[in-house]
């Protein structure tokens, strides 16, 4: 081919390449750019060397690396813009002849040799194969950067159709609710709310979710979990899921009535979630339903229902007969309510156990044949003039550390998932470490923990292998329902293949009192306890955690097991129950404590026993060694006081008898009352008398403790406010707090100063 020739072959129109092409053409002019380089490169070299061996001296001219930079750019740039020039100088690459194609790899890179030129370094045909390459590729960036593909366009269009529907979902999903808010406003008055007295109605078998069934879906709602529950039907199905290129989630399905119930409210009662009716919906004035807020939780504390004893006349019955309580629970849940600036219960203020929680500084008996010293005194009631009280203390015999004897402990913990809650669970293994340091090295404990069965942690071990016995504790989790009645069983069993028949057998339950599995009836737990009790097994009660507290539970247990129940409600209160009064928990001194007293008709006209409502006894029980009655611990004081009306006050409340001849006093002018406490010790069954005559100036020989018994007025006046007592007369919060100031004492540890401080937040949440 001549010049003519080829003069004319550029002339024409490039052809249009084909794929293949355009990458082969695109490989060929970036090797021949990197050939360039390396060329450069090297021609760099050398230049390098050459002015090493110059006898240049240094300032003379710009510095070697100025001028390779120099170089360096303009021959990379210049060589790259040449091979890309579309133009028709055959010349600018050099003055070679093209005919000769031979190759020479030494020159790949560098200035052609004369002859030497490859048919891929002409300049007019690269340059125009590169010009024609980069214009495709920059037509692609630039499409790309738009971002116009058909793949967008599709998802464009599925992500707006999507959207639409979603969009008419929503308006259905509007309107059905207000379909539903209108059937509720018709049926909400047909709905009877399933709650008595702080207990919540068993719901029917179709309206119980099991908590395992929610607890499958944790990370979702109520509402949510109960539409995937297997069961619960949907009026609606879902629609189809959108295409996952878009990521649209499907929208929810029209609720069902019965879905809507569930989701509005689910109530918790034992381990089920019982569904209950919705409150009641209002329309407002725009049309537009206002829902309520959700109702706060409602406890299900359940403490036993009693009446306040009644003022008796002392000529129809002039005998009072009682067991003895020893019991503080009442007082422990009173003061945490207090402290949460709320009133409690009514039925969870029981007196006698309010009175109780204080330690009075009653004469201690001379020995332990006399397990008790009875004090009684006379004095003016603070509530009603013309009134007197006549106050009962009782102070058992305190063992001596060398008479205390071996202990066989068996600690039944509840671990049911009711007591997962800062001020249950781990405040039972703080508790139970606090008591170990009260017991003796040959001492034993077993463990046992109950949840939806029973089992035993630890076997009977040695107090003296302490580390093994608190590794025990602290592993303990918790979690499902409550087998009590089975874990008080399995406790017996620990008990009993370990008996020590010289020293005391108990078991200590701790717990929040709820038992939802198995035998849960509260009398036939009473069976159970009070066969092992005659075997010498006892049981007493540790209560914790508010919320779920079955304290009628508690004191059937406790009462029935010859044992005590104290609430734990914290690690202070432990501190005093399993340590300071840990003998007087664990080691009794007498059983079956009763007292009775017979007031005189000649000079009294009428009485009123101040708490022991739960205690009562018939006045033939008294005799009856078969009837069980409290225990008391070593070193325990036991307070009773009567409210008397004596026969010449004004204050009476009953109406005297028509057709009763007026009694006479037949020698026993000067004798208010006449008091019988019976007991039996704790390794015999048959009981014991101690008698006392109540007289008018015993309250005048009993004077050194009267500091006591007038703080003990203060507790029972106060907890006569909280009851709302019918016969509290004009006393009020500030008289109990001067009261109680007044005869405070040395209080040692405090808790007078803390009661007095109770009245005070008392007073300020009843106003």
Do not use: C
């Not at 010009?131 to 366009?153: C, K, Y």
């Not at 005194?377 to 603070?382: E, Q, R």
């Not at 009977?460 to 499902?480: R, S, W, Y």
């Not at 079955?550 to 690690?571: E, K, R, S, W």
């Amino acid at each position: 081919m001549n010049e003519h020739d080829l003069e004319q072959q550029l002339q024409q129109p490039a052809p249009q390449p084909d794929a293949t092409t355009k990458a082969r053409h695109i490989a060929a002019a970036m090797a021949a750019f990197a050939a360039q380089q390396t060329g450069a490169a090297a021609d760099e070299n050398a230049t390098i060397d050459a002015e090493k061996d110059s006898p240049v001296t240094a300032g003379s001219i710009p510095s070697i690396d100025e001028q390779i930079i120099s170089q360096k750019k303009s021959t990379v740039l210049q060589g790259f813009l040449q091979r890309l020039r579309p133009t028709r100088d055959i010349n600018h690459h050099g003055s070679d002849s093209m005919n000769n194609s031979t190759f020479d790899n030494s020159t790949f890179g560098k200035a052609p040799k004369s002859g030497n030129r490859p048919i891929w370094q002409k300049p007019a045909l690269i340059s125009g194969i590169a010009a024609s390459s980069l214009a495709v590729l920059a037509g692609i960036t630039f499409m790309q950067h738009l971002g116009v593909n058909p793949v967008n366009d599709e998802l464009t269009a599925a992500l707006a159709k999507q959207t639409a529907s979603v969009s008419e979902q929503r308006q259905q999903a509007a309107q059905a609710k207000e379909e539903f808010a209108e059937k509720k406003l018709a049926a909400a008055a047909a709905v009877e709310e399933a709650v008595v007295t702080g207990i919540r109605a068993e719901p029917a078998e179709s309206d119980v979710v099991s908590a395992e069934d929610i607890g499958r879906f944790p990370d979702s709602n109520v509402a949510d979990a109960l539409q995937r529950i297997p069961g619960v039907e949907q009026e609606v199905a879902a629609p189809p899921a959108a295409p996952a290129a878009a990521n649209i989630a499907p929208a929810p399905a029209k609720p069902t009535m019965q879905q809507a119930d569930a989701a509005e409210e689910v109530q918790v009662t034992g381990m089920k979630l019982a569904i209950s009716a919705a409150p009641e919906l209002k329309r407002t004035s725009d049309n537009v339903i206002d829902v309520p807020s959700a109702p706060p939780q409602e406890y299900r504390d359940r403490f036993e229902d009693f009446k306040e004893n009644a003022v008796t006349s002392v000529s129809e019955t002039p005998v009072s007969t009682f067991s003895i309580d020893v019991d503080t629970a009442s007082y422990s849940f009173v003061r945490r309510q207090l402290n949460n600036g709320q009133l409690p219960a009514k039925d969870a203020v029981r007196i006698e156990e309010m009175i109780n929680y204080f330690d009075y500084a009653y004469p201690a008996p001379r020995d332990k044949k006399t397990p008790f010293a009875t004090h009684v005194s006379v004095m003016d009631s603070p509530w009603k003039k013309g009134n007197q009280l006549v106050h009962i203390g009782i102070q058992g015999y305190q063992l001596p550390a060398s008479e205390i004897p071996q202990s066989n402990l068996v600690f039944l913990l509840d671990v049911s998932g009711s007591m997962d809650e800062p001020t249950k669970l781990p405040l039972v293994k703080q508790s139970m470490s606090l008591l170990l340091d009260t017991l003796k090295p040959d001492d034993t404990i077993a463990i046992a923990v109950y949840a939806g069965a029973a089992g035993t942690v630890l076997e009977p071990t040695k107090v003296k292998e302490k580390a093994k016995i608190l590794a025990a504790l602290n592993n303990l989790q918790a979690g499902g329902s409550t087998a009590g009645a089975e874990g008080i069983a399995l406790a017996y069993k620990l008990a009993e293949a370990n008996f020590n028949s010289k020293g005391v057998n108990r078991i200590i339950l701790a717990t929040d009192g709820d038992f939802n599995v198995g035998q849960t009836s509260d009398d036939a737990l009473q069976d159970l306890i009070e066969r092992k009790r005659d075997k010498g097994i006892y049981l007493s009660v540790l209560g914790f955690g508010q919320g779920n507290y079955q304290d009628a539970m508690m004191q059937t247990l406790a009462q029935n097991g010859n044992g005590t129940a104290a609430y734990i409600d914290t690690l202070s209160e432990a501190q005093k129950v399993l340590v300071n009064e840990a003998t007087s928990t664990l080691f009794p001194i007498a059983k079956d404590v009763k007292i009775q007293v017979e007031f005189n008709p000649a000079t009294v006209a009428e009485y009123r026993l101040i708490g022991y409502e739960t205690r009562a006894l018939n006045r033939e029980d008294f005799n009856n060694d078969k009837v069980d009655a409290g225990e008391i611990g070593s070193g325990h004081k036991v307070t009773a006081i009567y409210e008397i009306t004596p026969v010449n006050a004004d204050s009476k409340l009953l109406e005297p008898s028509r057709y009763q001849a007026q009694a006479t006093a037949n020698g026993k002018a000067n004798e208010l009352a006449f008091l019988r406490v019976r007991y039996k010790l704790p390794k015999e069954n048959q009981s014991k008398l101690i008698e006392t005559a109540v007289t008018k100036s015993i309250d005048k020989a009993n004077m050194a403790y009267q500091q006591e018994a007038n703080f003990s007025v203060a507790v029972a006046g106060f907890a006569q406010l909280l009851r709302g007592s019918n016969y509290s007369g004009d006393f009020n919060y500030d008289k109990v707090i001067e009261l109680a100031q007044a005869n405070k004492g040395k209080d040692e540890y405090g808790y007078r100063t803390e009661f007095i401080q109770l009245v005070r937040k008392a007073k300020i949440a009843k106003e």
